[in-house]
């Protein structure tokens, strides 16, 4: 499998709450990282987790972490159209990002 | 305080040439990662350069190789270019080598098509 692993798809309503999954292969990965891409842009860092943490809360943004089971989520509360973007999970490995395929967040008004 | 910026914004090369990518980090870092995004994928790591030095290298042929000058700021060359390069490519900055525990931030990319 992926050494990094996300659900492709996710859509909600406006004022919804958003939850984003990933999943990960390398234990020994120290910091989890979730970036927002918008269409023919780059990437911009939302947040990020220290593995010895289980959560992480940045204004309407939340991290999760379950080290045990390699399991990462981003929740966002009260989603809003301008959210509307790819979403990608990465692990540091050395001294790279390994990153996932991305979820697509698609937020209807 | 400006970002990581990257030039060309936008290119297009023909099979066979050769193409040198820009990147400038954001004041005070001195590492630069490359990064390739094939559309429809997630980044995927070239190299890590701190101090001038290649500090690491992902899976790509040695067709990709990359510098870093004295005042931290980066090249990426790309040799004998093949349809499959065509990518957005990314440059990533950090304060030191180590990934643990430094606020990663990448510029807007080189969108790069080969034709």
């Known amino acids: 499998g992926e050494d990094v692993e996300q659900s492709l798809f996710l859509s909600v309503r406006e004022g919804d709450s958003s939850v984003i999954n990933c999943t990960y292969t390398d234990s020994s990965s120290t910091y989890l990282y979730w970036y927002k891409q918008e269409p023919g842009a780059g990437l911009q860092l939302l947040t990020y987790?220290?593995?010895?943490?289980d959560m992480k809360q940045d204004q309407r943004l939340t991290v999760l972490l379950n080290k045990k089971d390699k399991h990462l989520s981003l929740r966002i509360a009260d989603t809003q159209t301008g959210d509307s973007a790819i979403y990608f999970c990465?692990?540091?490995?050395?001294?790279?990002?390994?990153f996932g395929k991305g979820t697509t967040l698609s937020v209807s008004s | 305080d400006a970002g990581v910026t990257q030039s060309p914004t936008h290119l297009i090369k023909t099979r066979g040439q050769q193409v040198t990518l820009r990147c400038s980090p954001i004041?005070?870092?001195?590492?630069v990662s490359w990064y390739q995004q094939v559309l429809g994928q997630g980044p995927q790591f070239i190299f890590q350069?701190?101090?001038?030095?290649?500090?690491g290298r992902g899976n790509f042929p040695d067709r990709f190789s990359a510098r870093q000058f004295p005042n931290y700021s980066s090249e990426l060359n790309v040799n004998a270019l093949l349809l499959g390069d065509s990518a957005l490519y990314l440059c990533?900055?950090?304060?030191?080598?180590?990934?643990?525990?430094?606020?990663?931030?990448f510029g807007e990319g080189s969108w790069l098509t080969v034709v």
């Open positions: 350069y701190y101090e001038k030095e290649e500090r």
């Open positions: 990465a692990a540091t490995r050395r001294t790279a990002l390994i």
């Open positions: 987790i220290f593995s010895n943490m």
């Open positions: 004041s005070g870092h001195k590492s």
């Open positions: 990533a900055s950090t304060l030191s080598t180590e990934t643990s525990g430094n606020t990663i931030y």
